[in-house]
């Protein structure tokens, strides 16, 4: 449908392309965008645009936040959404950065029951409705261990809570079914858990265990840094999320430099 909606849009592109040399800056050592055809990488870099247009990204704690920075968040978030449309972070507006890893001052509920300041520092947090979180230190090593991103992470959190809270079950598309997700997601989750238990090395990070949430968050990341060893590790996962993102990441070439050593 060419409505207004899309009228808008292409007048956003217009007016804000991005050069080619800043492009080149703020991806190169993005190993998910490498992996990228032509057309693919075109289109991320129009949801890049209209993601830092619509969003309000801002800087807190005393950092100093540039164009290129913006644009370092807005294409990690965008490579979820490739496929999906930018629609799908159309709820809520804004993104916060820290310097670094962030004391929130939230109250949570301690072990015997009692409701405390939380003690956490985060590197990121995404909220049922309201901004994601981000530790500029965190983004800037997004994807150079164990396909750990916390961009990608809080905001496949983003995208799980468009049906509620983030609890590892995101809507689902037509023809997807729902009982295969959660067959799959509770046997992977399970055996995840069962390998940290018993002190198993395991190449998913451990972070995945603390809920089926994170878990999803978790192995979203992994998906898009490290596809292949999702593919391997949980194949059945890979398949579930291969159709929730509409992307197949592990069929894509992957670039020499990037090859998981
Ligand atoms: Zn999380």
Known sequence: MFGFRQWRR??????????????????????????????ERVRLRELAILFIHAKQISAAGGLQLNEEMKLGIAVQACILVLELGIDYYDDWV?????????????????EEGLIETDPLAYAGQAWLRGPVILSWADVEHAGE??????????????????NGTANGFPP????????SWSQVFTRAYQDLCRRVRSGEQT????????SPGEFFAVVSEAFF??????????????????QFYRQDPASRESPREWRVK
Do not use: C
């Open 10 to 39: 292409r007048r956003i592109l217009a007016r804000h392309a991005i050069d080619e040399a800043t492009w080149q800056r703020v991806t190169s050592r993005l190993g998910f965008v490498a992996r990228l055809n032509d057309d």
């Open 94 to 110: 804004e993104v916060i950065v820290y310097p670094d890893e962030f004391l929130p001052r939230r109250e949570v509920r301690n």
């Open 145 to 162: 261990r164990h396909g750990m991103n916390v961009v990608l992470h809080e905001f496949a959190h983003k995208l799980d809570m468009l």
């Open 172 to 179: 689902l598309h037509t023809g997807m079914d729902r009982q």
């Open 203 to 210: 190449e998913i990070d451990t972070y995945a265990t603390e």
């Open 225 to 242: 840094e490290m596809p292949d060893i999702v593919k391997a590790v949980y194949p059945q996962v890979y398949a579930q999320l291969a």
